[in-house]
C-alpha cells in the first residue's frame, strides 16, 4: 500500500505566492508520475500539473508561466511552487502518483487534499 501526505497551501493575497509538497511512502517499487489536481466548489477535479518518471512535464494552460512543478527522486516528494497567485486558483489541491508497487502491479493514490485560498 502507498499512502501520500500532503503539507503546504493556506491563504494569500493575490498576487502572492504558496508552495506544496506530497510525499509517497509505502510499498514503492517505481512511480510513474506524479502530480497535482485541484477542486473548486461547484466544479469537477482538473489537472494542474504532473512530471512523469522521464522528466516530461505538462500544466494546465491556466497555470503556465505561474506554477513550478518539481520532484525529489529520492525522497519520493513532488512539489507545486505557485506564483502569481489569482482568486480563481482557489480550490483544494490534491496530490496524485501512479506507482508501481512491485514489477507487475501499479495503482493510483490521492492525498487528502489541502486547501489554497487566494484573497483579492
Known amino acids: 500500500q502507498v499512502q501520500l501526505a500532503e503539507s503546504g497551501g493556506g491563504l494569500v493575497q493575490a498576487g502572492g505566492s504558496l508552495g506544496l509538497s506530497c510525499t509517497a511512502s509505502?510499498?514503492?517499487?517505481?512511480?510513474?508520475?506524479q502530480g497535482w489536481y485541484r477542486q473548486a466548489p461547484g466544479t469537477q477535479r482538473e489537472l494542474v500539473a504532473t512530471?512523469?518518471?522521464?522528466?516530461?512535464?505538462d500544466y494546465a494552460g491556466s497555470v503556465k508561466g505561474r506554477f513550478t512543478i518539481s520532484r525529489d527522486n529520492a525522497l519520493n516528494t513532488v512539489y507545486l511552487q505557485m506564483n502569481s497567485l489569482k482568486s480563481e486558483d482557489t480550490a483544494v489541491y490534491y496530490c496524485?502518483?501512479?506507482?508501481?508497487?512491485?514489477?507487475?502491479?501499479?495503482?493510483?493514490?490521492w492525498g487528502q487534499g489541502t486547501q489554497v485560498t487566494v484573497s483579492q
Open positions: 509505502g510499498s514503492i517499487f517505481r512511480v510513474i508520475v
Open positions: 496524485n502518483a501512479r506507482i508501481y508497487d512491485s514489477l507487475t502491479s501499479w495503482g493510483e493514490y
Open positions: 512530471i512523469n518518471a522521464g522528466g516530461g512535464i
